[in-house]
């Protein structure tokens, strides 16, 4: 029985999701980075963009593992989270390199270094987005996926406070040095605090607006199929 068009494209889109993810996740993490970053304790795993993309490659795994061996996908209960985890680094990225928090934005090398830029803040979550919403079902456990979600982010807060900032020396701020972000190390303990609470709020909004595309989709493209 010859495969259906529906069948091929999602094939397709699993496929490609795979390699450009796992591409992007093995030069940034295993080979790791070439420029300042490289002499940081925990190399790429300083960064939240990283652990998004860690994220990413499990649910592409998953995904691709479903797709071509029938597996169940033991991804599921961290797609939902790994929603959230996306559009909070997607907001922070951008905004936060527009408004010069992030260093002084310098000019892409070449085609392929603005690339990986757009990709690991932009494009993954285009590709994880895709698969969420039209390939699979993230929120059969919303409130199971909501505490996996919780747990990456207070997780990732801790990682920073308690372990990269005690263990780095870099870059320097006027309040401390080790923050991976550099605006961060310009903000005392109580703005961190301020700065963290805003995002859990962000997130929060980042997990509604998932849960809702999601349902959106079920109940008005599922109908006319």
Known sequence: MMDSTEDRTRRVFRSVALALIAYYWFMGLIIGPVDENADRWAGGFSFLSNWNLTLNL????GAIMNEFGGRDRFDKPILAAAMGVNIIVLILYWTLKALGALGEVEAYDSFFDM???YYIHGITSVFLFGEAVFYSEPFEDWRRSYGIFMAIFFGYIIWMEAVVSRLDDFPCGKESCGFPYEFLNDLNTTGRLIF????????NLAYGFSYWLVKYKERNWNSIE
């Open 196 to 203: 963290y609470f805003g995002v859990w709020m962000l997130g």
């Open 58 to 61: 499990v649910v592409a795994l």
């Open 115 to 117: 690339f990986r830029d």
